[in-house]
Every structure is written in C-alpha cells, then in structure tokens.
C-alpha cells in the first residue's frame, strides 16, 4: 500500500489550500481515511476523517470546524482536504492515513508542508 500527499504550500491567513492523497495498493473504497497533523514541536493531532464507501460520515476536530471540508473519490482512490480561511496556527506538516473499519492498523502518507504565514 502507498499513499502519496500533494497540495501543500505557503498561504496567507485567510487563504485556501487543498490537499491530495493519492492511494495505490488497497482497495480504496473498503477504507476510512483520516488527516492528521503535526506542528514544530508538538505532537501529531487528529483533524478530520471520512468513512469508507460513500463516505457520508466525518468528522473533525473543533479547531477546523466550518473551514475545512473532507471528501473522496473511490474511482480515483483518493482522499482530499478542502482548507479554507487558513489560520497560522494551521502551519504544521499534514499527513493522511488509511485503515480498515474496525481496525488500528493505519497506513500513512509521507505528509506535505501547509505554512500560513503573511
């Protein structure tokens, strides 16, 4: 399995991004995918999830609630991260994971660098 994360960049505050997370490997449509996040000198936090399937559930954590969107394509294996109204205590290094229901055993991307910075 390999998930490979794309979209990340340098934006102002108040900006968007969104970000990629191309799977190959698996089949993509068994698996709920989460992002997760980790900033300089703090530990990985959770930020959102999407069931597997149709995905019509997820969830998020307070922090990005209303700004950020969480969505997927099953025919392109991919997860994505709508980031809308970027904060900078948004900077941090986004990582995606990959998990059949019921399980803990995630798979996860390499990350890619979000910076919100004027």
């Known amino acids: 399995a390999r998930l490979v994360e794309s979209g990340g960049g340098l934006v102002q505050p108040g900006g968007s991004l969104r970000l990629s997370c191309r799977t190959s490997?698996?089949?993509?449509?068994?698996?709920?995918m989460v992002w997760y996040r980790q900033a300089p000198g703090k530990d990985r936090e959770w930020v959102a999830a999407i069931a597997s399937n149709s995905g019509s559930r997820t969830e998020y954590t307070d922090s990005v609630k209303g700004r950020f969107t969480i969505s997927r394509d099953n025919r392109q294996n991919s997860a994505y991260l709508q980031m809308n109204s970027l904060k900078p205590e948004d900077t941090a290094v986004y990582y995606c994971?990959?998990?059949?229901?019921?399980?803990?055993?995630?798979?996860w991307g390499q990350g890619t660098q979000v910076t919100v910075s004027s």
């Open positions: 994971g990959a998990y059949l229901p019921y399980t803990d055993n995630y798979t």
């Open positions: 490997g698996i089949t993509f449509s068994r698996y709920n």
